[in-house]
């Protein structure tokens, strides 16, 4: 499965876009990126995934680059309980019985403050 | 409509005994998945499910561990003979059907175990 990379955190002013990159310049084309978020003391929760296109929902859009190198996670108007940890995950069509598993990394610690 | 459920929420126990993690995935979702996170760290996978079957075990960290699904519902984590390295939170997440890379997967809130 591709690698991503995020920075460990970030911050951002309540009311202000955030904006969360991730790299994962290894990607195939056949492999999907994902974005989950896990707010203290939960289970990670989905916000969005794409492939090529640009997608929005009504929790955050997902700008993916030309080249699917890299991808950027908005969430338009972060509010205090937009506070979490985020991660970018890119989704292997595996063979066989690896089909099943999400590989979560370290992800991005967004601090929204007021 | 409801969500993935785990039970129990919390869990204490003594070094050496076995414990026994529920998890009751969303209605008719047919893949189920469990992870481990242990303080600080990112998820780990540990197995998966596919129907009652389990093609992928890899993740499983020792023989102390394994998982059944009965009836494509409600699966069941079991540690034996448990150490202190096995204290984490242990998550498990369901997706509506075979499992691929657009399907989603959805999660519990957890169970906490802690081995003294």
């Known amino acids: 499965d591709a690698k991503t990379t995020q920075p460990p955190s970030m911050d951002c002013a309540e009311g202000r876009a955030a904006n969360l990159p991730c790299n994962h310049s290894?990607?195939?084309?056949?492999?999907?990126v994902y974005w989950y978020r896990q707010i203290h003391s939960q289970g990670p929760q989905y916000i969005i995934h794409?492939?090529?296109n640009n997608e929005t929902n009504e929790m955050a859009s997902l700008i993916i680059t030309e080249d699917r190198k890299s991808s950027t996670l908005i969430l338009p108007h972060a509010t205090l309980r937009d506070t979490a940890v985020y991660y970018c995950i890119v989704r292997s069509v595996g063979r066989g019985s690896t089909l099943g598993r999400l590989y979560f990394g370290r992800g991005t610690q967004l601090t929204v403050w007021p | 409509g409801a969500g993935v459920s785990q039970s129990p929420s919390n869990k204490v126990t003594e070094k050496g005994k076995d414990v026994e993690l529920r998890c009751d995935p969303i209605s008719g979702h047919t893949a189920l998945y469990w992870y481990r996170q242990r303080l600080g760290q990112g998820l780990e996978f540990l197995i998966y499910f596919q129907g009652n079957s389990a093609p992928d075990k890899s993740g499983l960290p020792s023989d102390r561990f394994s998982a059944e699904r009965t009836g494509e519902s409600v699966s069941t984590l079991t540690i034996q003979r448990t150490q202190q390295e096995d204290s984490a939170v242990y998550l498990c997440a369901s997706s509506s059907r075979l499992a691929g890379a657009q399907e989603t997967q959805y999660f519990g809130p957890g169970t906490r175990l802690l081995v003294l």
């Open positions: 290894t990607i195939s084309g056949n492999e999907y």
């Open positions: 794409g492939l090529k």
